[in-house]
């Protein structure tokens, strides 16, 4: 046990190594931007005084790298600071964006996830019959158009055609629960249809690998049948790739939704970053990105975990 | 033959009168007894109603947008400024421009000195009363060396502000301006609470119709009527929601569906099948925003007239705006003054497309065959790019050779705009003429994006503004929209319309202010629900 926190300890701190160096990305990748925050709010109607004026009142003049430790020691301290645009505490104006964010990618999950891992074990277990080739067809056809397409589609059946659901995702915090899901659930039912296909095919591939393995073979011998083969004795070793593979589909779900943010024009992190970025909001931008990566690192971390616990041989590479 | 539809809808808006509806009714085979009917349940749907929620959904907008009006630019945040703020005046339906929270004003004889007297008693949403001082805290707020606000130039020419007694505020200017309550109407420059000489920019609390509630950049304001608004005849519904929605596709679709009852600029290439729907409604307003294609007269070989009037000749405009705008705008004549601008010259010959033309001054700049450089991107204008590539087709037959050079929209007005020799833009245009040249073609303009430098259009510009005669006026504009045309260095091709759709239960005045998309953008304020 002491060994699998160990590795735990190790890779917490390659991941806060990790978003260091992101930060420094960032930073630096919106500085190149052509443009700054005082001529993209400023607009076409920008007057030369006007703009340096609001430069020197941003400390946009300082040179780069005295903003950057700035901001730094501020995260340090555990302050994201403000919002140069408009004055607004990042921590507020994240905290209602990446809510909404977190709940549109627990949405997606909760339906994804027990899907595809049925589908995937259905699939092995009628393996090449004609419902196992009928998913592949619709999940790797799903998941190989665009988002924005897929989303098109369902917003022209579910919401014009049919008026099932609402074509636009126009949420806010006084809605109850019910209320939120219903909103929620076109763009829900998109990302199940891009994540569900890599998460399935993973599920069948690994147990179809699995099913070819001698002990399988003694169960079968013992005269089992095959769903309990496959349910108790096959999937339990096939956890560590299953769990890896949807840990990662978790972690698009939260940094990989800004399409579908903009399309059903719902109020997450994903827009909030692509219009800071739009409009050289540098903190915010950093706030968000640094977010991401942190979701990233730490889902990742959990995967491995989680693999490890599930056959812990992976602890000892030959 | 019109459809009885049609014949109700033209009546709502007002644009038929009893007798004109009943003719057209019982030409269509109804009897009188029904007509009359019909017509009075029309007019009472055009008698304006109190109640109902307005969504209206914008496609401007983002995260950074704030409530001080130094800082706002994009339409979404324009629109929650109509709304909650009220302006010294007001421009009407018709152009006009009318009283709103000045009751009068009166100019000195050479109109530098300006007074304006406040209506009495108007409440701000947090119950102070609007004063003078509030007027010269709200002005002041974009004055000053250290000013942020986009509105600086706007108020530059202010010499001094002073209040006499509680409703007389006295402007004195630098020089004469005949225009200048016309200024007074920008919407930067609301009239804001203030203390001690200081306003609070953003708090959002103004004395328009509707109370800001609750304000989310980039993403929606919801709005609510402010109960003591001083107009009775005004701000119909309990209250509204202004939603950013950038991309016109999901807006479109938000509309078709129900979500909102109102969305701006439609995508004109779908337009027509989005008129198809029985319940909804596309309309348009002609006003004064304009595409133009500016050229650096301060580089060559732009600084050769010549050369500038044979790439007048050499564009297509009917083409133009049949392509590019779908028929939604009208041709322009190389001038930014629009037909909807009072001392718009009716009697100005409009410019055609003429290869020939295009060459004989060619010929007289002394080349035979032009090659250039044309910096476009979407972010001009929605169809830069393709009205760009027309415009070499158009251009090739005269011999000039335009090399389109595809710009990045990202920081397209920082970097490519009055910095590259010849691109594309868009100006939303200005009420009045002297706004217009004085913001993009004075010598000293900040914005003069063609670097243009005539004296004679620079000395009339100051001798009009400051006469107060409008027939002199009148003669002076229309020189200078000659030697704009003739002269100036920029292509204006086309005047584009303000496209918008609504639910078909949304009901408006006769006349739609064009000086902004959706009335002038004072909708929340002006529209009703029957």
Known sequence: MSKILTMVAQRLALGLLTLFVVSLIIFLGVELLPGDLAEAILGQSALPETVAAFRKELKLDLPMHERYLDWLGGILQGDLGRSLSNQREITELISGRLANTVFLAVMAAVISVPLALTLGVLAALYRNSLFDRGINIVALSSVSFPEFFVAYILILFLAVEWGLFPSISNVNFDLGFWERVYRVFLPALTLTLVVVAQMMRMTRAALINLLASPYIEMANLKGLSRSRIIVRHALPNALSPIITVIVLNLAYLVVGVVVVEVVFVYPGLGQLLVDSVSRRDIPVVQACSMIFAATYVLLNLTADVLAIVTNPRLLHPR | ?530
């Open chain 2, 1 to 530: 033959m019109k459809s009885i539809q049609e014949l109700e809808s033209a009546l709502a808006r007002g644009q038929l009168t009893r007798r004109q509806f009943l003719a057209g009714t019982t030409a269509l085979g109804f009897s009188t007894a029904v007509a009359t009917t019909m017509f009075e349940r029309t007019v009472q749907a055009a008698t304006p109603k109190k109640g109902g929620v307005m969504r209206v959904g914008i496609g401007g907008g983002s995260t950074t947008d704030s409530l001080d009006p130094a800082t706002w630019e994009n339409q979404w945040i324009q629109l929650i400024g109509w709304s909650s703020q009220n302006y010294l005046t007001e421009v009407n339906g018709k152009g006009e421009l009318v009283p709103e929270l000045a009751e009068s004003w009166e100019a000195s004889p050479d109109a530098v000195t300006w007074t304006f007297k406040l209506r009495d008693g108007v409440e701000f949403q947090n119950g102070k009363t609007v004063d003078a001082d509030d007027v010269v805290a709200s002005i002041n707020h974009h004055r000053g060396e250290d000013s942020t606000s986009a509105a600086k130039g706007i108020v530059d020419p202010i010499e001094n502000i002073e209040t006499d007694g509680k409703n007389v505020v006295i402007f004195a200017l630098k020089g004469g301006s005949a225009d200048f309550p016309f200024l007074m109407n920008d919407y930067h420059l609301a009239i804001l609470p203030s203390k001690d000489g200081k306003v609070d920019a953003t708090s959002g609390i103004g004395a328009g119709a509707y109370i800001v509630e609750d304000f989310d950049p980039g993403v929606r304001c919801e709005l609510k009527r402010h109960p003591n608004f001083w107009k009775s005849d005004r701000a119909f519904f309990d209250a509204g929601e202004v939603i950013t929605i950038g991309d016109v596709a999901a807006r479109t679709n938000a509309l078709s569906t129900g979500e909102i009852d109102v969305m701006d600029r439609c995508d004109l290439k779908t337009v027509h099948l989005l008129k198809r729907k029985s319940d909804l409604r596309v309309e348009e307003t002609s006003g004064t925003q304009h595409y133009s294609i500016p050229m650096r007269t301060d580089t060559p070989p732009f600084d050769n007239n010549d050369i500038r009037l044979a790439l007048k000749y050499a564009i297509d405009r009917d083409a133009v705006v049949q392509t590019i705008l779908r028929g939604h705008g009208t041709v322009g004549n190389d001038h930014p003054i629009g037909r909807s601008n009072p001392y718009f010259d009716t009697g100005l010959a409009q410019r055609t497309y003429d290869p020939d033309k295009a060459k004989f001054h060619l010929k007289q700049a002394g080349v035979e065959t032009l090659q250039i450089d044309l910096s476009a991107a979407d972010a001009a204008f929605g169809g830069a790019v393709d009205a760009a590539i027309l415009y070499k087709e158009h251009a090739a037959k005269a011999g000039i050779d335009i090399n389109v050079i595809r710009e990045p929209n990202d920081g397209y007005w920082s970097d490519v705009w009055m910095k590259k020799p010849w691109c594309m833009c868009y100006w939303g245009g200005r009420p009045t003429e002297d706004w217009m040249f004085s913001t993009a073609y004075a010598e000293d303009a900040g914005w003069n994006d063609t670097f243009w430098k005539n004296d004679r259009f620079n000395k009339l510009l100051k001798q009009a503004r400051a006469e107060l005669d409008t027939n002199l006026r009148a003669d002076m504009y229309g020189e200078m929209q000659l030697i704009v045309r003739d002269e100036g260095g920029v292509v204006i091709p086309m005047f584009a319309n303000y496209v918008f759709a609504m639910a078909d239960k949304v009901q408006h005045e006769e006349h739609m202010s064009a000086m902004w998309d959706l009335d002038g953008l004072r909708m929340m304020e002006r529209w009703w629900f029957d």
